[in-house]
C-alpha cells in the first residue's frame, strides 16, 4: 500500500470548515483513501473513503485531486468534539482482507 | 451500522499475569480481525491478522509465543498476553469488516488500555 504524507497537527477555530490535507503521490489505479480519526483514549473511527472520485457523507467530504496524487479531508463546520488526530490510509482492493497501516497522522485541534 | 465490541476496557494486573481480551463483532460476522497496539503518543501498530478456523498471522518483530491469539468463531476473536511483564503497558485494539466485501471499512472497538504493575 503506498504511503501517505500528513501535517503534524493543525488548528481549526469552531464553526469554521477544517481542511486537512494528505499527500500520497505514489498511490496505484488499484487503492482507496480511506480516511480515520481518534479521539483521545478511543478506537479509531472510520470517515470516508473514496477512489478517485470526491464523496461526501454526514461526517465529511473528500476531495481528490484530479492525478490521484493528494487529498483533502474537509469537516465543514468544526466543532470542539472534532478534535482528534486524523489518519489518512491507502489501501488496495487487493490488500490481503483489509489491514490498515497507520502513520502518524494530523492532531487537529479545534479552538473556541 | 458494524459494531466492534472490545472486553475488557481497562486491565491492571501484576507481573507474570496472564491477560485475555476480547474482540466480537455485534451484528456481523468476521473471517478476518486485526490486532493493533498502541503507545502514548505514537500511532497504532498492527501486531497480528486473526483468521476464524487457522492460524493468526503475526507481523514481523511480534512474538507470537507472547500474544497468543484465537479466533474460534465469526464473531470472536481473543488476544492474550502471555506473561505480561510491564513494558508490556499499551493499548491494545482491535478491528474487524464485512468479509468478502471489497473496500467496506474496517471497524474499531473501543480498545484495551492494559497496565502492568
Known amino acids: ?112 | 451500522g458494524a459494531v466492534v465490541s472490545q472486553h475488557p476496557s481497562w486491565v491492571i494486573c501484576k507481573s507474570g499475569t496472564s491477560v485475555k481480551i476480547e474482540c466480537r463483532s455485534l451484528d456481523f460476522q468476521a473471517t478476518t480481525m486485526f490486532w493493533y497496539r498502541q503507545f502514548p503518543k505514537q500511532s497504532l501498530m498492527l501486531m497480528a491478522t486473526s483468521n476464524e478456523g487457522s492460524k493468526a498471522t503475526y507481523e514481523q518483530g511480534v512474538e507470537k509465543d507472547k500474544f497468543l491469539i484465537n479466533h474460534a468463531s465469526l464473531t470472536l476473536s481473543t488476544l492474550t498476553v502471555t506473561s505480561a511483564h510491564p513494558e508490556d503497558s499499551s493499548f491494545y485494539i482491535c478491528s474487524a469488516g464485512l468479509p468478502d466485501i471489497l473496500n467496506q471499512p474496517q471497524h474499531f472497538g473501543d480498545g484495551t488500555r492494559l497496565s502492568i504493575l
Open chain 1, 1 to 112: 500500500d503506498a504511503k501517505t504524507t500528513q501535517p503534524t497537527s493543525m488548528d481549526c477555530a469552531e464553526g469554521r470548515a477544517a481542511n486537512l490535507p494528505c499527500n500520497h503521490s505514489t498511490i496505484s489505479g488499484n487503492e482507496y483513501v480511506y480516511w480515520y480519526r481518534q479521539i483521545h483514549s478511543q478506537g479509531p473511527q472510520y470517515i470516508i473513503h473514496g477512489l478517485k472520485n470526491n464523496e461526501t457523507n454526514e461526517m465529511a467530504s473528500l476531495i481528490i485531486t484530479e492525478d490521484r496524487k493528494s487529498s483533502t479531508l474537509i469537516l465543514p463546520h468544526a466543532t470542539l468534539r472534532d478534535t482528534a488526530v486524523y489518519y489518512c490510509i491507502v489501501r488496495s482492493i487487493y490488500n490481503q482482507g483489509g489491514k490498515l497501516i497507520f502513520g502518524q497522522g494530523t492532531e487537529l485541534s479545534v479552538k473556541p
